[in-house]
């Protein structure tokens, strides 16, 4: 066992780069879920942004426009979720599934072509001195764009929430749907708002793997990443800045697996990887177990329907 | 039983219209992965369009990609059987059973069974001695390298996936006695993602040189992102790492798979295990980088052409297991048997064989 | 303008005529995206649709794979939808399938080579009762903690698969098997080999068994109290909790039952077609039941016929690919295309479309 070889400034790199597209589906899902819709398709939304993403860069090769048309194909397939959920009142765990399935697939189909490809590659921050301290200076400042404007992203969503008026009524749409009808306000389309910036941010998410983090196209390449982003949501009891916690805590456990084999530690491969899952697990029991604290945060009309009686 | 009969037909037509030159021979391929992999999965697809080109009209391959292994594998063989194939070849060791199994139901047609152990009359195995190639490539790691770690990225702990490490270590420690192999093991042939992940982390505890034993390029990627050396698996990968590729494996059936076909329409084939290296062609040596200095060029290149005299054979003793024990005696060679079940490691590489 | 307003009660005829018309949109759908890949839809469709059952040459195969595939989607489903109709969303079905194999396998694998024909039923039991005990996980945690059972059932299909890699490389292991990550074989020994009961339809016991539950699942639901309290469950919880039907009791049942028939489904899947415990032996039935409960409407009739024609989907899929090169990702959308309208279309069943004047 020869902890020597353990460089803790490149695993908290690696770190980072792991947890980011966890972080940023997370983000979106917890908008959606606060005002009150459950959207389990995050799964499906992220591998489309992932094709989405990883094909206009390649066409175009600019992964910037790569990564915008990854936000929108994400927002158009959470609008068929909208549609359907919003206005047909289909059951919400059904249709998100459905979600899944369709997109991993209609992903998969699309990406056809793109196997094997190398995407334009995305510049990574690069300022003169800062970059260049020694243990900062990775961690802090030698990152792609993304991973900063995840966690501004976590920033706004919160400022938003807490602190705008629209954010207000978006959380009072989740708790009591039929209160904030009465008060004149669209639920639907609040909803609907919020089901497409879900979406975006799945979508980008699944780019960031693609462009990013592999960098490349392949079929079912989210590997269950939507679903850890909807079990990070529970486990920031809905609290946008406890999301990044909970998603480097994730990405940390899932690298520290690899890292702990490569040092030759006699567990079983198969054993460390179930890791990142039981703790998840366990977060997740301890966080629902303190009912005052869960049931403060959970908007209350979430998974409920919603029809406008007049 | 009705598929008795349609089995018949089809014989009947197949072997009424064997002698005539303008019959078709349906070679069929199972793939237990995207043709798309750059790996794997590729390079049999590379074999099937070598058929189809080296035969024109007089041959017609099908495909069917990315199946499971296990029930799934043994429903396509049967259809692809039922749909009139000669021969069929089934590209992963997983589909062993499945296709003795189908064999057994159709006694006519030909299945040649990549990486497997298990024969009848109308099955054959193939393997290429990719150990022939790790040797080569891990000269050329411990030549290179100079934090002296190779990582390796291993799929699963089955005797092929050991020989390459193995073969590997030892090739790279005849000539680098300091050099210290890292193995990483994923449990899938092919996951772009986990692979990627292991690449980190085996290059986060300091490895400058990757090896590897799965099917996608994820690792060359990120080689040549992080400035280190890699080699391309069973494709040259070259377009990944363009700095970073040093040499690579490539496997090369197009030879092997345009004989077994050539066979069938002569009608001399037979049952056979066939378990070919260098010399034949099927496993290709990748062009050395310029990055690789001359004289450990040389060095390779006559490792190569002693492995096709067959003055040098990877496993020659004094060789010891990891335990200690004596394995091979000096000047000993390893025989095939105990090569096809290797389950340990020689000595000196550190860390655990999952078992 | 067109709205949607609440039926007075649901429309019977709607019940029955959404999931046909639901399939009839999916066909005209799909035949536009084979369209749209450069094939031709109706040779499509018909492949797909029609060639399994019909085809002269592929035709007698075919028949005798549905039931292969349909078995264990129907077992699993029937399970799942006893539990959806509580509202105890059990996604994590594929685990409890691979800890079901896992659980009967090893079992079979410990008394080898043991002979007897009470081997195979007390694997069924172990299989049973490891999917059971991986579902009561999430049951015990939402009883006790009120943790979420989707998320905690699904997280724990990852666990299982680990620990599925982890047993065949390791434990279960066949000493001869030349050090491969399998299990000894099943099929190989007669006592631990699911029989098949009638070949031309491709009836495994596994099968006889799934067409046991459903009725059994059809009376239970229909007919006895249990069934009736998990109904109310789902379709009232305050109600129920007034009727004095205890929470944590559906919770637990429900849960166990999906959990024990997804397990029973796994240790058939390994006896019968898969042959032996591998590393990728789990091909996703527990994932696909959940939409065949769906589209069979959460009802015990209504999932043999969806599970009849998931698999007939599957079947036709591979012979697309086989004839026409239609890759395997286009029938996953497919699937998905059929979920997705069948959700939209049961709309019609809780309300209908009128033409309202605005009234300004």
């Known amino acids: 066992m020869d902890f020597s070889a353990l460089n803790p400034v490149s695993l908290m ?26 959207n389990l398709g995050v799964e499906g939304m992220m591998i489309i942004g992932a094709i989405a993403g990883f094909a206009i860069s390649v066409e175009t090769g600019n992964p910037w426009v790569g990564m915008l048309a990854a936000m929108v194909a994400g927002a158009v397939l959470a609008l068929i979720f909208g549609f359907m959920t919003q206005f047909l009142m289909s059951n919400q765990v059904a249709t998100g599934l459905a979600l899944t399935l369709f997109g991993l697939g209609m992903a998969a189909l699309l990406g056809q072509s793109y196997g094997g490809m190398k995407p334009p590659r995305t510049p990574r921050l690069d300022i003169p001195v800062l970059s260049d301290l020694p243990i900062v200076g990775p961690i802090l400042f030698s990152h792609d764009v993304m991973i900063y404007m995840s966690i501004a992203l976590v920033a706004g969503v919160w400022y938003f929430l807490n602190r705008t008026r629209a954010g207000l009524v978006l959380r009072a749409v989740g708790e009591n749907h039929d209160a904030a009808h009465s008060l004149g306000y669209n639920v639907v389309m609040i909803r609907l708002a919020a089901i497409a910036f879900g979406g975006a941010c799945a979508g980008l998410g699944g780019a960031y793997l693609s462009l990013v983090r592999v960098p490349q196209w392949t079929e079912g390449m989210t590997a269950g990443a939507g679903w850890i982003a909807l079990a990070i949501v529970v486990f920031a009891s809905w609290k946008p800045w406890r999301l990044i916690l909970g998603a480097y805590l994730f990405g940390g456990v899932t690298i520290l697996q690899l890292n702990l084999q490569a040092m030759g530690i006699g567990i079983s491969a198969a054993y460390l990887s179930m890791t990142p899952y039981l703790i998840t697990i366990i977060v997740m029991v301890i966080i629902s177990a303190d009912r005052r604290r869960a049931s403060m945060n959970a908007p209350a009309s979430l998974g409920r329907n919603f029809h406008a009686s007049h | 039983m009705k598929f008795t009969k349609t089995l018949a037909a089809a014989t009947a037509l197949a072997l009424g219209l064997g002698g005539a030159a303008i019959a078709q021979t349906k070679a069929g391929f199972i793939y237990v992965g995207p043709p798309t992999d750059f790996g794997w999965s590729y390079e049999h697809d590379q074999g099937r369009l070598a058929v189809e080109e080296a035969f024109g009209d007089m041959v017609e391959t099908s495909f069917v990609a990315s199946v ?14 039922l749909g009139g194939a000669d021969i069929i070849f089934s590209t992963s060791f997983g589909y062993m059973d499945p296709t003795l199994n189908v064999a057994a139901k159709f006694p006519n047609v030909k299945f040649e069974h ?21 040797h080569v490539i891990g000269l050329i790691a411990g030549r290179m390298t100079e934090t002296n770690t190779v990582g390796y990225i291993a799929s699963f702990p089955i005797p092929e996936v050991v020989r390459g490490i193995n073969a590997a270590y030892l090739a790279a420690k005849s000539v680098n006695p300091d050099v210290q192999f890292k193995v990483v093991w994923v449990y899938t042939w092919f996951d772009p993602g986990k692979e990627a992940d292991a690449a980190n982390a085996l290059i986060e505890q300091g490895a400058d040189v990757i090896m590897q034993h799965t099917d996608s390029p994820a690792a060359m990627t990120i080689a040549e992102e992080k400035g280190i050396f890699a080699f391309g698996q069973a494709s040259d990968m070259m377009q990944f790492g363009p700095n970073a590729r040093l040499s690579s494996i490539i496997d090369n059936w197009a030879p092997y798979y345009i004989s077994r076909v050539q066979a069938v329409m002569d009608g001399t084939w037979e049952s056979m295990d066939t378990w070919d290296g260098i010399k034949p062609g099927m496993v290709g040596i990748g062009e050395f980088s310029d990055k690789i200095p001359a004289d450990v060029q040389a060095e390779a290149q006559a490792a190569v052409d002693a492995i096709v005299a067959g003055t040098l054979h990877p496993f020659t003793g004094p060789i010891n297991k990891q335990d200690g024990s004596v394995w091979l005696a000096a000047g000993e060679t390893a025989d095939d048997g105990t090569l096809a079940g290797m389950n340990f490691y020689v000595e000196g590489i550190e860390g655990e064989l999952p078992n | ?30 035949g536009v995206l084979f369209a749209a890949m450069g094939q031709n839809p109706f040779a499509a469709i018909k492949i797909i649709f029609l060639d399994p059952f019909f085809h002269e040459t592929f035709g007698p195969y075919s028949r005798s794979q549905l039931l292969v595939k349909a078995g264990p989607l129907i077992l699993i489903a029937t399970g799942l939808s006893i539990g959806f109709r509580a509202g105890v969303w059990n996604i994590g079905a594929e685990g409890q399938f691979v800890m079901g194999a896992i659980a009967g396998g090893a079992v079979g694998l410990a008394l080898y080579p043991a002979d007897g024909i009470w081997v195979l039923p007390l694997m069924t039991i172990a299989g049973a009762l490891g999917g059971m005990a991986w579902a009561m996980i999430p049951a015990f945690l939402k009883i006790k903690f009120n943790t979420n059972e989707i998320l905690v059932s699904l997280m724990l299909v990852y666990v299982a698969y680990n620990f599925l890699a982890a047993m065949v490389t390791g434990p279960l292991k066949s000493p001869d098997g030349f050090g491969f990550p399998e299990s000894r074989s099943f099929t190989a020994v007669d006592s631990t080999s699911l029989p098949m009961v009638y070949e031309p339809l491709g009836m495994h016991a596994g099968v006889l068994v799934a067409i046991g539950v459903v009725i059994a699942a059809y009376v239970m639901m229909e007919r006895h109290l249990l069934g009736f309290q998990i109904r109310l469950t789902g379709e009232s919880p305050r109600a129920a909790r007034f009727a004095g039907v205890n929470p944590a009791l559906i919770v637990a049942v429900t849960l166990g039952i999906s959990g024990a028939l997804a397990g029973m489904a796994g240790l058939f899947e390994v006896t019968g077609p898969a042959g032996k415990l591998t590393t990728n032996f789990p091909v996703g039935y527990g994932f696909t039941a959940i939409i065949v409960a769906f589209l069979g409407r959460l009802n015990p009739i209504g999932i043999v016929l969806a599970g009849l024609l998931m698999a007939l989907t599957y079947i036709g899929g591979e012979l697309a690919q086989l004839s026409l090169g239609i890759p395997a990702a286009a029938i996953n959308v497919f699937q998905g295309m059929m979920l997705f309208f069948l959700l939209a279309v049961d709309v019609f069943v809780n309300y209908r479309l009128v033409w309202k004047k605005e009234v300004k």
């Open chain 1, 13 to 38: 790199v690696s770190l980072m780069i792991a947890a980011t597209p966890i972080l940023l589906a997370a983000v979106g899902e917890l908008v959606v879920e606060k005002s009150g819709v459950l």
């Open chain 2, 68 to 81: 499971p292994e296990g029930a799934d594998a043994e429903r396509v063989m049967t259809q692809m059987a």
């Open chain 2, 114 to 134: 990549a990486t497997g152990y298990k024969r009848a009359d109308n099955v054959s195995t193939y393997s290429a001695r990719f150990y022939e190639g790790r």
């Open chain 3, 1 to 30: 303008m067109l709205r949607l307003e609440p039926r007075r009660q649901p429309s019977k005829t709607m019940r029955w005529l959404t999931p046909i018309l639901a399939v009839a949109i999916t066909m005209v759908m799909g």
